[in-house]
C-alpha cells in the first residue's frame, strides 16, 4: 500500500494511506519542537506506528527539562545547566527539578528540614544489607532496597492531605536513598555504619556516612563538596532517557512511587545507560594495563564484528559534545588542582578523546563524549569506589524521576501506558497431542 506522509507544521499534519486521509494535530512545544499527535490514528486508520527504540516517539509532554541535541542545550525549567553546575547547590536543584521553581530562602532551608529529618533509615533495614551476598553488585542491593522501603513507610496516612504526603514521600525518597547508599558500602566493608549529621549539609553528610572511621575521622573538604554537588547536579534530570521512561512506564499502573523508582534504578543500571561511567573506567583499565595503546580499543571500537564500544562516547540525542560532559573535564582539572593529585586514566582518557575526536568514523557518526565519559575520574577522585558509579549516578537522578513521576501523577489524563506491537508468528495452529507430531 502506498503510504505517503505530508506534514504541514501549522496546526495539522495530513496523512495519506492509500484512498484514506487523515488529519492529525500538531503539538507545538514552548521551544518550538514539533510532533504528530497520533493517539487517534489507529481508530481513524487501523494502523499503529512503528518506531523500534522510541527515537521519533514522544510519550509525553513536560514541562520539566529541556535539551536540544544538535546544540548541546540542557536546561531544568528553563535555566541552563551550566549557570546551576556553577551557583546552584543539589539540594536546591531538586527542588527546582520537584516544584518547577527556585526555592525563596524560607521554602529551601524547610525543605533541608525535611531532608534531614528523613534522613535516618529503619534499623532493621541493616539486616537486609547483611544479608546480600558479598558479591551482589551495589545497583541490584540499591532497587531492591528501595522498593523494601514501601514496606516501611507505607505511602497513605489518612491524616495527611495528598500534598503533605507526596511532600514528605519525595524528601524521604531523596533523603533515605544517600543514607542507604553509605549504609550499603559501609556494611559491605564490614564496617560500623555512620548515621547522618543533621550539621553536615546533603553532599557533605553523604560522605561522612561513607568515609568516617574511628581511624580516620571525616574532614569537611569544601572542593570535594563542590565537585559531588556539580555532579549530581549534571545527573539530576536528562528527559525520557531509558530509566525515566522506565519510572513513568511502571508508575502508569499506579503502582507505589518506591517501586516505579526501583524499576528507574533497574534500568539505570545497564551499560549503555547510568552503568556507562563504571564501563568507562574499567576501560580506560584496560587499556592501562594494555601499556596505554589507545589505537587497538579505537580500531575495535569500529569493527562492526566486534561488540566493543567506546564506552563514554554517543548519545541517543546529543549529536555534538554533551553539556554536561564539558562541565564535569572541568571539575576534574579542579579536583586535580586543589587536591594536587594526579591520575594517569585522566591522561589516557584525554588521548582517546582527542584521536577518536579526529577519526572519520567517530566524526561521520556524530560520535562524542558524554557525561559518563570523565564522571567515573571524578568520582575516582572522590573515593567512590568504581562499583559504586552507577549507584552514585542513580542518587543524582531521583529529583529527576521524582518531578517525572509527579508530573504524571498530576495529570488528570494520566493514562496506563501499553505500546502495541505487530505481529509476526505463526498464523492461526492447532493444538497437536504429543504422540501424534512429527
Ligand atoms: N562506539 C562505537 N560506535 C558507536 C558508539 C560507540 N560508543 N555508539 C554508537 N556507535 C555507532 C553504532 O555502532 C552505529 O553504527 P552504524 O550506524 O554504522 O551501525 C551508530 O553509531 C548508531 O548507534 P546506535 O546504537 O544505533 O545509537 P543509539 O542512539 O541507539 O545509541 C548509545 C546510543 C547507546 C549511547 C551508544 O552511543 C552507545 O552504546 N554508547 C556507549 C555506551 C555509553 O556511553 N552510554 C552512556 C550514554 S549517556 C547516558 O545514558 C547517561
Not at 42 to 68: E, V
Request: hydrophobic share 40%; net charge neutral.
Amino acid at each position: 500500500m502506498d503510504i505517503r506522509k505530508e506534514t504541514i507544521f501549522q496546526d495539522t499534519a495530513k496523512l495519506t494511506i492509500g484512498d484514506l486521509s487523515v488529519e492529525l494535530p500538531v503539538i507545538t512545544g514552548s521551544e518550538g519542537e514539533k510532533a504528530i499527535d497520533i493517539s487517534s490514528l489507529r481508530n481513524q486508520t487501523g494502523f499503529i506506528t512503528m518506531d523500534p527504540g522510541l527515537g521519533n516517539t514522544g510519550i509525553c509532554t513536560s514541562r520539566i527539562t529541556f535539551m536540544d541535541g544538535e546544540k548541546g542545550i540542557l536546561r531544568y525549567r528553563g535555566i541552563p545547566v551550566e549557570e546551576l553546575a556553577e551557583h546552584s547547590t543539589f539540594v536546591e536543584t531538586a527542588y527546582l527539578l520537584i516544584n518547577g521553581m527556585l526555592p525563596t530562602r524560607k521554602q529551601l532551608n524547610s525543605f533541608s528540614v525535611q531532608l534531614n529529618d528523613q534522613s535516618l533509615v529503619h534499623e532493621d533495614m541493616k539486616g537486609f544489607y547483611q544479608n546480600f551476598p558479598p558479591r551482589s553488585h551495589p545497583m541490584g542491593i540499591l532497587s531492591s532496597m528501595v522498593n523494601t522501603l514501601e514496606s516501611f513507610y507505607p505511602i497513605l496516612k489518612k491524616s495527611e492531605t495528598r500534598e503533605e504526603e507526596i511532600n514528605i514521600t519525595l524528601t524521604r525518597i531523596i533523603s533515605k536513598v544517600r543514607t542507604m547508599a553509605a549504609m550499603s558500602y559501609k556494611i559491605s566493608r564490614g564496617h560500623k555504619v555512620v548515621y547522618p549529621r543533621p550539621d553536615l549539609c546533603y553532599c557533605g553528610n553523604f560522605f561522612n556516612m561513607m568515609f568516617d572511621s574511628p581511624v580516620r575521622p571525616y574532614q569537611v573538604d569544601e572542593n570535594a563538596i563542590k565537585a559531588l554537588n556539580v555532579f549530581w547536579i549534571l545527573h539530576a534530570d536528562h528527559e525520557q532517557n531509558c530509566s525515566t521512561s522506565a519510572v513513568r512506564l511502571v508508575a502508569s499502573g499506579r503502582v507505589n512511587i518506591y517501586a516505579a523508582i526501583s524499576a528507574g534504578i533497574a534500568a539505570l543500571w545497564g551499560p549503555l545507560h547510568g552503568g556507562a561511567n563504571q564501563a568507562v573506567i574499567e576501560m580506560l583499565e584496560a587499556i592501562q594495563a594494555d601499556g596505554g595503546n589507545i589505537r587497538p580499543f579505537v580500531e575495535r571500537a569500529k569493527d562492526k564484528n566486534d561488540p566493543f564500544r567506546l564506552m563514554g562516547f554517543g548519545h541517543r540525542v546529543y549529536k555534538t559534545y554533551d553539556p554536561r560532559a564539558k562541565i564535569i573535564k572541568k571539575t576534574a582539572d579542579m579536583l586535580f588542582e586543589k587536591m594536587q593529585v594526579s591520575d594517569p586514566l585522566l591522561d589516557i582518557a584525554l588521548e582517546l578523546e582527542e584521536v577518536a575526536l579526529k577519526d572519520n568514523y567517530f566524526i561521520d557518526h556524530n560520535l562524542y563524549p558524554n557525561v559518563d565519559f570523565y564522571s567515573g575520574i571524578v568520582l575516582r577522585t572522590l573515593g567512590i569506589p568504581t562499583n559504586m558509579f552507577t549507584v552514585m549516578f542513580a542518587l543524582g537522578r531521583m529529583p529527576g524521576w521524582i518531578a517525572q513521576w509527579k508530573e504524571d501523577a498530576d495529570n488528570p489524563k494520566w493514562r496506563l501506558y501499553r505500546p502495541r506491537q505487530i505481529y509476526t508468528g505463526n498464523k492461526t495452529n492447532h493444538y497437536v497431542p504429543i504422540g501424534e507430531r512429527a
